[in-house]
């Protein structure tokens, strides 16, 4: 046996140990521990979250009245974060159409808006996360409860006469890979030219942090995460904000906030995707239910209701300022393709010195 | 009815046109000649269009994967021997790196996205190992791959009764986006070596 083939060997040998160890104890830390959780302190002491996302210096959350606020500090033992306030923020409601034009995107409209629905895509990345008083546990391996509120939140926009692509594609194991196998889901939707995509997910925190009574009834609110490092931030950031205005309208506390994390959360993809946390583990199952088919109110609303009505005509400054995108994007691929295309950053240079360089005249 | 002008149009297929150039540079740097590395591009681009079939009632393959996978053969089999070996290695040092990652940092992706993480690795890795470009990419496309199949082997051995689908060549998946991500970090890194090693003497 070759050397190259031993290694082989040995790499298979490795990979089936590491599955197995991984595979008989969860002392990898792929599941988040139950009834842990960040909270996020205003200046005042307040509480203005409490996630079992890990909270990051520099990430920002935006409150159901609509203050943002920045995190300064964060103390990763004790699992508590302090913000200041950047602003108060009026929000906008941007329609859809305006936000794909900004980044150069094609709209294609439906002859007659008022009968034809367009495509939304469901899919969800933690494919096990589930609601402890109603499913028994807060993760079933496997499809866990979240699948069926995205059941639940499908089946509302269908009711409405929207077209539902629902992947239940599988992202185990529970790590944080999983948004690499996601991504994967997320390339298959979007070659289906849906209009927005959804990522369904639970937060980890106690259930007073997502309990609400709207309508004489017990639900979930729902809270959107905005991935920082990402290409599309600032069409993502109106959207999310479009959203919770129109919901703020709609169902007032429907939507508790927007957290802008770290992270891309494959929104790099897609302008219009965002993240949604539908309730806690803490939190019952059909409460979560009730709670995303509010939302699909809003969501039908905003991208064919009333909102997405109002757009129509007015296209003229959206595709200027894609234009602009487009030229700044295009000239720095031409740049890299220059610097790769010559042999080096010092070999790029040294040819655009000498195509600059006047030549004497005869 | 497509809302868009002429002009954005005819912008938006200048920038797939910049990028494929830009695609191939970054293969001919790994020594293909610009033929081969035409038709490599054109073939994961086909990739992205092939569907996924079911092979049995708890595994199903994206026919997309096999094309990045057989890229990656094709770039083994026509190396030398040294050159083998050190691509296993990095494969190696990649695919447990990132399969470590995946376990023992949090849940949500902050530092070190898990999209990108496998590009990183392999990028540092080759660039340590004799700074080979064949070797980043190789081990960007099979770093994904092996630890997306120790997790196939992690779920079948937990008894999970659902389909997993295996590997994917989407022009945006990670094991292409990473490939191309390990050799431009190796070429950055080796830009900079040299010029700080030069130390500003271009004559050497």
């Known amino acids: ?362 | 009815m497509f809302t868009l002008p002429f002009s954005v149009t005819l912008l938006s297929l200048l920038t797939v046109l910049f990028f494929l150039g830009f695609g191939q540079r970054v293969l001919d740097r790994m020594r293909l000649t610009d033929s081969e590395a035409v038709i490599i591009l054109l073939v994961m681009i086909a990739g992205h269009f092939l569907p996924t079939i079911s092979l049995t009632s708890r595994a199903a393959l994206n026919l997309g994967g096999l094309i990045p996978l057989g890229v990656a053969s094709y770039l083994l089999v026509t190396t030398s021997n040294v050159e083998r070996r050190r691509a296993a290695g990095v494969t190696l040092i990649t695919a447990l790196l990132v399969f470590l990652t995946d376990k023992l940092l949090p849940l949500q992706p902050g530092l070190l996205d898990p999209v990108f993480s496998a590009g990183i690795f392999a990028g540092l890795a080759a660039t340590f190992w004799g700074r080979s470009r064949r070797s980043a990419f190789i081990a960007g496309l099979l770093g994904v791959f092996l630890v997306d199949l120790a997790g196939m082997v992690q779920l079948w051995l937990q008894g999970v009764q659902e389909e997993i689908t295996l590997g994917s060549g989407g022009l945006f998946s990670s094991m292409v986006v990473c490939s191309f991500l390990a050799v431009i970090i190796t070429e950055v890194i080796g830009e900079v070596r040299e010029a700080i090693h030069l130390g500003g003497n271009r004559d050497g």
């Open chain 1, 1 to 362: 046996m070759g050397k190259a083939q031993r290694m082989a060997l040995a790499a298979i040998c490795l990979f089936l140990a590491l599955s197995s160890a991984a595979a008989s104890d969860d002392a990898w830390g792929e599941f988040l521990p139950t009834g842990e959780y960040y909270t996020l302190l205003g200046p005042d002491d307040q509480v203005l979250l409490e996630t079992g996302r890990r909270i990051y210096l520099e990430d920002q959350y935006l409150t159901a009245d609509n203050r943002l606020y920045e995190v300064v500090e964060v103390d990763d033992e004790a699992q508590i974060a302090r913000a200041k306030l950047v602003a108060e923020i009026e929000l906008k409601l941007t329609p859809w159409q305006e936000l794909r034009r900004e980044l150069g995107l094609t709209v294609i409209e439906a002859a007659d808006p008022d009968t034809t629905r367009g495509t939304i895509a469901l899919y969800h990345t933690h494919n096990a996360e589930s609601y402890v008083p109603t499913d028994g546990t807060d993760s079933i391996y496997g499809k866990g409860g979240i699948h069926q509120v995205g059941a639940a939140f499908a089946e509302a926009l269908r009711d409405r006469g929207v077209t539902v692509l629902y992947s239940e594609q599988l992202h185990l194991p529970h790590d944080r890979g999983a948004y690499r196998r996601s991504r994967e889901t997320v390339v298959e939707l979007m070659s289906k030219e849906p209009d927005a995509i959804f990522d369904v997910h639970r937060d980890a925190a106690p259930q007073s942090a997502y309990a609400i009574q709207l309508e004489d009834q017990w639900m979930t609110s729902i809270q959107f995460v905005v991935g920082r490092q990402n290409q599309n931030l600032g069409v993502n950031r109106k959207y999310a904000e479009s959203l919770k205005k129109l919901a703020d309208d709609m169902y007032p506390g429907l939507v508790k906030g927007i957290y802008y994390g770290r992270g891309n959360y494959n929104q790099d993809l897609s302008p219009l995707s965002l993240l949604l946390e539908v309730g806690a583990h803490t939190n019952s199952r059909p409460a979560a239910e009730k709670g995303a088919t509010l939302f699909a109110e809003v969501v039908d609303h905003y991208f064919y209701g009333p909102t997405a009505e109002a757009a129509r005509g007015s296209r003229g400054r959206a595709a200027s300022r894609s234009i602009v995108g487009l030229i700044v994007f295009v000239s720095a691929g031409a740049a890299a393709y220059y610097v790769v295309n010559a042999g080096g950053f010092s070999a790029a240079l040294e040819r655009l010195k000498s195509s600059l360089r006047l030549r004497p005249r005869r």
